[in-house]
């Protein structure tokens, strides 16, 4: 099996294990779904077009089946030079896996559309702060469905709390004011 190392670099040395991701060809997926795979468009792939000699057909990695391998089923200390291939000698841009990794394990929470707000407050768009790092408020009173923000549309919202307080008991995240210290 052919699999790309996700394991930061940098971290290679120190871990006794590292994060691999197997290599699939893009035949495993069904044809109406190879443009978005070719786009990076499924949030569960990183593309990996055909490289001679290392990826002999277009292929990609499976990012929901990241799992983790021992140290010594690698070459004790010689990674460096048994590597198949690194992404940025393949021109295929590291930050391209980056973002896929990002985007696929980041994605961002928040209460939507179908949820209310338990507990009356200012909530943050969480879309405006990614996006820009702008922090929109917008006050929800108690059982309200959330709605979308009136400045970019999204309906992703967390709520606002003071700095010594935690979220709901249970699940609930949130955003923490700055103490005034
Ligand atoms: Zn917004």
């Not at 699999?3 to 893009?26: G, M, W």
């Not at 277009?58 to 048994?82: C, G, M, Q």
């Not at 929109?136 to 010594?164: I, M, N, T, Y």
């Amino acid at each position: 099996m052919t699999v790309i190392i996700v394991t930061q670099s940098c971290d290679l040395e120190q871990r006794n294990y590292y994060q691999i991701a197997p290599i699939y060809p893009e035949t495993d997926q069904k044809a109406s779904s190879l443009d978005n795979l070719r786009e990076n468009d499924l949030n569960y792939t990183f593309y990996l077009p055909a490289v001679a000699p290392h990826i002999q057909v277009n292929s990609y990695a499976d990012l929901s089946h990241i799992t983790l391998i021992p140290k010594a089923y690698f070459p004790r200390d010689k990674v460096e030079t048994v590597l198949g291939a690194r992404l940025t000698e393949l021109a295929i841009a590291r930050t391209a896996l980056q973002k896929q990794l990002a985007d696929y394990f980041g994605r961002p929470f928040g209460f939507g559309l179908k949820d209310r707000a338990k507990v009356p407050s200012v909530y943050l768009c969480v879309s405006c702060f990614y996006r820009k790092g702008e922090a929109v408020g917008c006050e929800f009173q108690a059982e309200a469905h959330f709605e979308k923000c009136s400045r970019c549309g999204d309906a992703r919202w967390l709520r606002l709390v003071p700095p010594d307080q935690d979220g709901q008991p249970g699940t609930e995240p949130v955003i923490r004011a700055p103490s005034n210290e």
